[in-house]
């Protein structure tokens, strides 16, 4: 059904069409839109149980227990909220407990600001969460649904990303799934194991040195395995909905032929597209390698649109002080391995942080010192 | 005379808790008296250490355990979870420490309290974070040793009373909170029956003597628990829907010396006769004597 609405009543609106039972929210911006419009459907009975929780590290909590009690569950937050969730994010991943969280991406303090970048979502990356970035609003609302499928089949939770304001406070029209089409893609969360006083079972264990590195053996494995799930339920949705975002993992937007490709993530890649539209119609071999699946990351989708490529340009919309930035490293691990990392430049751009505008000029801006052969290291 | 039956054991033997160990003391009995349809959530703590260590688990009902400071909230989330399911029957109960519950955890308990969710919490109480070696908490008594509040040339052991958490439970208005103590199992289980058939938080402080922090012969365990409550140190009361003026006392103090208490343990042994005087007049003045 075609809308015009807010992205974060959206969002909220396909919460309640996946039939998730026990929702925990606290309110953070840009997310706080996603939480209110969930209280009021809370409110109207179209949600079973919505817990206003003192806190996002309690959020994050009640979930696990509501999930690990066989429950679908969802939360929402940003920034703070999600430094606030840390410990607990890596224990749920551990558990296995398939929570599905909309993060609205916003920077980090200090300075404190309110506007997006990824910087919120880069302590996270090593966690075990499925890290699903979305360019646009119709994107998220239908990875939402995908979300909850790969979460519940796999037993490990996703995060389905949109960035602050750009997205969450966009009015825009969006086609909201609706139950009946979710229903015939997504089958009801019943897990193997749940707390239930008739099959008891003991959950969050503690463990000595002799297992422990078994444990994570096997999420590492299973979160390594669950790039093909994710291409899959991608392509099964996509039949239903008639709308299809590159393979899941990558979207490939004029590469095949290109020669500068900038790799980026989230809601500037809208931009970069359209850049890369006004440069090639003046000759201009240009494309975008936008990441969908930053985890897990898509180092073999990468490593095929790199070859034969002269210049790359990896734009990170987070730092890592100390170090090169999140996406430009595991874009480096990407062709590491193999001969083409001599034959091609690959370029570090940071920019947009904590909300500065980052615009087509600034997309062709990056195309334009990818003619250089030199390889950059710089803020836009 | 009860017959003692170890099938009423949820909570079994074979766990690895220290010799004389109040805290699994009280578990124990805290167990029998809720039964096996009940969902346990725990902190890590003591209790999940000797009760939950892979592969072995001491648990017959379902148990989890996420962190140190969420039990609070891992419950609501159960809790909600079963209603979601319609389910109205099994039990939401939480085993946590005091140094997750009064201290790191209080935020997410307090939260539980003010949303008065469906929720039996039980603080087994040994006064410090006996799990990590022996470090001070709010619930560790005055003058107390601990590794973390040491007997110096100028400060000598904890210098702040215990926080009061019965009283910050009934102050947030919710339907039970009261103190128990290892020392009296039949006053603990009256309590916990109790408590199971009450809606919204409930909660429970039961004082559970530790052996290696408290520094006292093993098997004086049920005795220095006893004792606690027979000098008026540990008040074992219930106050209902915040109501404190009507504090109920539960086992009436026949007021032994302080010092009868103190002395069987290490933690207290640099204590001088005027620190175990201020001690006793603190005591007078709370039961008004």
């Known amino acids: 059904m075609v809308k015009t609405l807010e992205g974060s009543h959206a969002i909220a609106e396909v919460v309640v069409n996946c039939e998730a039972e026990v929702l925990a929210c606290y309110p953070i911006t840009p997310s706080t839109h996603i939480a209110e419009k969930l209280q009021k459907f809370y409110a109207d009975g179209k949600i079973p149980e919505y817990i206003t929780v003192e806190q996002e590290f309690s959020a994050i909590s009640a979930l696990a227990g509501a999930s690990a009690a066989g429950a679908r569950t969802f939360t929402t937050t940003s920034s703070q909220g999600v430094a606030l969730m840390h410990e607990v994010l890596y224990a749920t991943a551990g558990m296995r407990l398939p929570i599905v969280m909309c993060v609205a991406n916003r920077s980090l303090n200090s300075p404190l600001g309110i506007w997006c970048d990824h910087q919120d979502i880069m302590p996270e990356r090593d966690s075990g969460w499925i890290i699903l970035m979305c360019e646009s609003n119709q994107e998220a609302v239908d990875t939402l649904p995908q979300a909850y499928k790969i979460a519940e089949s796999l037993l490990l939770p996703v995060m389905v990303c949109i960035d602050g304001f750009y997205l969450t406070h966009a009015v825009e029209q969006i086609d909201i799934p609706q139950k009946e089409i979710i229903q015939k893609f997504l089958p009801k969360f019943k897990p193997e194991f749940k707390l239930d006083s008739e099959n008891p079972v003991t959950l969050g264990i503690y463990s000595t040195p002799e297992f422990l590195q078994d444990f994570r053996e096997d999420i590492a494995k299973d979160v390594d395995n669950s790039r093909e799930p994710i291409k899959k339920t991608e392509e099964e949705f996509s039949k239903i909905i008639g709308r299809k975002y590159g393979n899941g993992l990558i979207e490939n937007y004029k590469c095949d032929d290109a020669e500068r490709v900038i790799i980026a993530m989230s809601s500037f890649c809208g931009n970069i597209k359209e850049a890369i539209d006004e440069l090639r119609e003046k000759g201009e071999k240009v494309g975008l390698l936008r990441i969908k699946s930053f985890r897990p990351f898509p180092y073999e989708d990468v490593r095929k649109i790199i070859e034969g490529k002269k210049h790359i340009g990896v734009f990170d919309r987070a730092t890592t002080l100390g170090g090169y930035p999140p996406l430009y490293t595991d874009v480096l691990a990407s062709v590491y391995d193999s001969k083409l990392a001599k034959k091609v430049s690959i370029s570090s751009f940071i920019g947009g942080i904590g909300g500065k505008d980052v615009t087509v000029e600034d997309a062709k801006n990056i195309f334009k010192s990818l003619k250089n052969k030199k390889i950059k290291r710089e803020f836009v | ?289």
């Open chain 2, 1 to 289: 005379m009860v017959e003692f039956k170890r099938e009423w054991d949820i909570f079994t033997s074979g766990h690895t808790a220290c010799a004389g160990c109040g805290a699994a003391l009280a578990i124990r009995t805290i167990m029998r008296a809720i039964g096996k349809d009940c969902i346990v959530v725990n902190t890590t703590s003591c209790s999940e250490i000797f009760s939950a260590c892979f592969p072995r688990s001491a648990w017959k009902v379902p148990y989890i355990h996420v962190t140190f400071e969420n039990g609070a909230s891992v419950a609501s989330g159960v809790s909600r979870a079963l209603k979601a399911q319609g389910n109205n029957h099994t039990k939401v109960v939480v085993i946590a420490g005091d140094g997750g519950t009064a201290d790191i955890g209080f935020g997410a308990l307090s939260g539980s309290w003010e949303r008065n969710e469906d929720i039996l919490y039980i603080m087994y109480n040994n006064g410090a974070y006996e799990n990590t070696g022996i470090q001070r908490s709010s619930q560790t008594p005055l003058y107390a040793w601990t590794t973390t509040s040491q007997i110096g040339k100028e400060i000598r052991g904890k210098q702040e009373p215990i926080k009061p958490m019965v009283k910050i439970a009934a102050a947030h208005g919710i339907p039970y909170a009261a103190s128990a103590s290892a020392g009296y199992l039949l006053d603990l289980e009256n309590k916990v029956k109790k408590a199971l058939n009450i809606q919204g938080s409930r909660f429970i402080d039961v004082l559970s003597p530790c052996v290696p922090g408290w520094k006292y012969d093993p098997q004086l365990t049920v005795e220095v628990a006893k004792l606690a409550v027979e000098t008026g140190l540990w008040k074992l009361n219930e106050i209902e829907n915040g109501d404190i003026q009507n504090e109920k006392i539960t086992v009436q103090p026949n007021f032994k010396p302080v010092e009868d208490y103190l002395k069987l343990q290490g933690r207290f042994k640099h204590l001088t006769p005027d620190e175990i005087k201020y001690i006793q007049a603190r005591v007078n003045k709370d039961w008004k004597r």
